[in-house]
């Protein structure tokens, strides 16, 4: 990076340079070979929480907040030796006392024909960018925990859209609803998108269109769907945006339709908050904490039978 020869300028030009180089946001110091710095601009000074005064005319080494290698000092040889741009990622600490990550940008500083003497360089904070990438990821993670443990529900479990448009579902509610769904559901992982009213019996999207319209928190129904009796109750995740629903088959001949039917409201009012809190993660606020994941587990620890 070729640099206008200072001792060409005017000192009114220089003056003009030097309240450029102030006005940038980014930290920009020029450093001399013997690793003092000879320049750097006011946002290098507020980093190193020292004043430019007190910067200029000594090595980072001497002037950095914190007690480790001279990381500013990175590739320096390899710039002074055959003038190639360089940048690396580090981790410095601000005057503040926080650790920031950055970028640290650098050039061979040419002020004398073609001679190297000295190297220019700035430091970008992607602190921030890196929080939402480790908030993202952490994100996909808990997604992918949440989408696991709807497979592992045994009820049929479904969550929709204000539009009934399938958010997710396990294979549970495609084996309870109708035998080619489960067929559909290896085609169409939790059969994401598809329209709710071309896959599920009437009465499970009447419950939905009238969860999604009155806000309810909950509503359940009994019924009978091919042979087989069904317990359906569908919840509120979001009010009138998100809703979902467990549904539990009570066809079993060895016990009394009562005693199956609170069996399966037990289980069905423990597994509200499980389906609310997974529907959640994979929702568009999917970065959650330990602790969320922590409590669907416990609530999943239920001693009802099947």
Not at 107 to 118: H, L, P, T, V
Request: net charge negative; with cysteine; charged share 30%.
């Amino acid at each position: 990076m070729a640099i206008p020869l200072f001792e060409e300028t005017n000192k009114e030009s220089l003056d003009f340079y030097a309240k450029i180089i102030d006005t940038l946001p980014i930290p920009i110091f020029w450093r001399k070979k013997d690793g003092c710095i000879e320049l750097c601009n006011n946002a290098f000074a507020l980093t190193i929480g020292k004043s430019v005064k007190e910067i200029v005319g000594k090595k980072t080494i001497e002037i950095m907040p914190f007690n480790h290698d001279d990381v500013l000092s990175i590739k320096d040889a390899e710039i002074l030796q055959n003038g190639n741009d360089v940048f690396y990622e580090t981790k410095i600490r601000h005057a503040d006392g926080e650790m920031r990550e950055v970028i640290v940008n650098k050039s061979a500083m040419k002020i004398e024909g073609n001679e190297i003497s000295g190297t220019l360089g700035s430091i970008i904070d992607i602190s921030e960018r890196k929080k939402i990438q480790h908030q993202l990821s952490k994100a996909e993670e808990d997604k992918m925990i949440a989408e696991t443990m709807l497979q592992k529900i045994r009820a049929g479990i479904v969550i929709v859209n204000q539009d009934l448009k399938i958010i997710d579902s396990n294979l549970g509610f495609a084996r309870l609803v109708d035998t080619e769904n489960e067929e559909l559901f290896e085609t169409i992982p939790g059969l994401k998108g598809a329209d709710l009213d071309m896959l599920a019996p009437k009465i499970i999207i009447e419950m939905f269109r009238s969860i999604l319209e009155s806000g309810e928190s909950w509503l359940e129904r009994d019924f009978k769907f091919q042979n087989k009796l069904l317990s359906a109750g569908v919840m509120t995740i979001q009010k009138n945006k998100i809703a979902g629903a467990i549904i539990r088959d009570l066809s079993a001949p060895m016990l009394e339709r009562a005693e199956i039917i609170e069996r399966a409201k037990q289980v069905n009012r423990k597994n509200m908050k499980t389906v609310q809190q997974i529907a959640y993660l994979l929702g568009e606020n999917a970065a959650q904490t330990e602790e969320l994941l922590n409590s669907i587990i416990e609530s999943q620890k239920y001693d009802v039978e099947e």
